[in-house]
């Protein structure tokens, strides 16, 4: 379990790509437990147990929906799950960094929280386009342009369908 997490890790330090995630069948699953187990916790810090499943089952597909097509249109096909496993678990490795900055967010909104946010966010497109540079053998400023239509495609559809901020009633007026 320990090579698995420092192979993340080093992917996520851009020191391997997914060219070095093993193709064993069982790893891709394995993966997916851990990425669904701290999504969840991060997600769950803001919202109910069965919108935070569905937000996960939705990143899910959107990242498997997007990384086929991809590959196949590049004739990289065979790196499908090497790429989806490296994509699965760097996403995994992230959010756990993440989960400091999003609960001290949720209980109050300071600069330090939101700066840390934002190096997060910066550092995910970064992975996601190293693992994408890689996984097409293409130069880094290409993997960033895919990485970075993919998260905003990601961010619009999660945005869609989980809006952030429940509209809540206007105040009445004071008479």
Same mark, same amino acid.
């Given at each position: 379990?320990? !090579? &698995? ?14 060219? %070095?995630?093993?193709? =064993?069948?069982? #790893? ?8 669904? $187990?701290?999504?969840? +916790? ?12 569905? *937000?996960?089952? @939705?990143?899910? +597909? ?6 086929? !097509?991809?590959?196949? @249109? ?7 799950? *090497?790429? #989806?496993? =490296? ?10 960094? $993440?989960?400091?900055a999003?609960a001290?967010?949720?209980?109050? +909104?300071? %600069?330090?929280?939101?700066? $840390?946010? &934002?190096? &997060?966010?910066?550092?995910?497109? +970064?992975?996601?386009g ?21 998260? &905003?495609?990601?961010s *619009?559809?999660?945005? $869609?369908?989980?809006?952030l901020?429940?509209? =809540? !009633?206007?105040?009445?007026? %004071?008479?």
């Amino acid at each position: 379990m320990y !090579p &698995l997490l420092q192979l993340f890790l080093e992917i996520t330090a851009f020191r391997k790509g997914p060219q %070095d995630v093993p193709t =064993a069948s069982w #790893l891709l699953p394995l993966v997916g437990v851990f990425y669904v $187990a701290i999504n969840l +916790a991060v997600l769950l810090l803001s919202s109910d147990l069965s919108s935070a499943l569905m *937000q996960v089952a @939705v990143d899910f +597909a959107l990242m498997s929906g997007f990384i086929w !097509p991809l590959l196949f @249109v590049s004739d990289k096909i065979n790196r499908y799950r *090497q790429t #989806l496993a =490296a994509l699965l678990g760097t996403d995994a490795v992230i959010n756990f960094f $993440a989960l400091p900055a999003v609960a001290s967010l949720n209980n109050e +909104a300071t %600069d330090l929280g939101f700066f $840390a946010m &934002l190096i &997060l966010m910066i550092w995910h497109w +970064a992975v996601t386009g190293h693992i994408f540079r890689y996984a097409l053998d293409r130069p880094l400023f290409f993997g960033l342009g895919v990485a970075f239509l993919y998260l &905003l495609i990601s961010s *619009q559809v999660l945005e $869609a369908l989980f809006p952030l901020v429940a509209m =809540a !009633p206007a105040p009445s007026p %004071d008479l």
